[in-house]
């Protein structure tokens, strides 16, 4: 059953993939999100656990994080892959993928588990897995935000990220994808990438639903209704 506000005059369906994360926290934060920037719009929230639910009507999808591997491997074992895969590559719908999410939507994957695994294969990134290190290495910091995220979403240049055993991009394979946040470590001599766009794609390599910030969710639900206000 989906959980939604009251009926207002444009709704917008999100699917969130429930087989591991904060799907809970995601559901929250969009809410909260929608409730700030006081935009005339009704948002709803389903779970996605199998083929049947990626349905053409949903507007936009959530892939949250937890393990890559033990998520890629639920998708190929449901029949999820393809659907997914077909399902994002509608440039009607927009996909956001956190942490193991940008990991699933990449083309390539660095440090993969003996014998690989199942990828969606859709956004023209190099991730690489535990790019940070493995779970005690966990911080929390702060993220430089491109003018391109504050151009949507006004305010502070900087945003405090949740890395829990995170990703990072080491590599963009293609112009079309656009870097929305770097991180800067100290023993690096150029900024890490930890968020980025490729047309209606977006992944970003730490947790904004386990934050009381939510201008991602902000700048997630204001693409979903540039996209379905296109033309």
Known sequence: MPSSVETEERSIKIGILEVQGAFLEHKNALLKAKEQIKLPVQIETFEVRNPSHVTSDLDGMIIPGGESTTISLFLKRNNMI????????????????????????????????IGGQPMLDVMDTDVSRNYFGRQVNSFEAEVNLSDSFTQVCPGDKTYHGVFIRAPAVVQTLSPKVEVLATFTQKEKAEDVIVAVQQENIIATAFHPELTEDVRWHQFFIKRLLANKTAP
Do not use: S, Y
């Open 82 to 113: 393809e659907p997914l895969h077909d399902w994002i590559q509608n440039r009607k719908h927009v996909t956001w993928g956190t942490c193991a999410g940008m990991i699933i939507l990449a083309r390539q994957n660095e440090n993969q588990k």
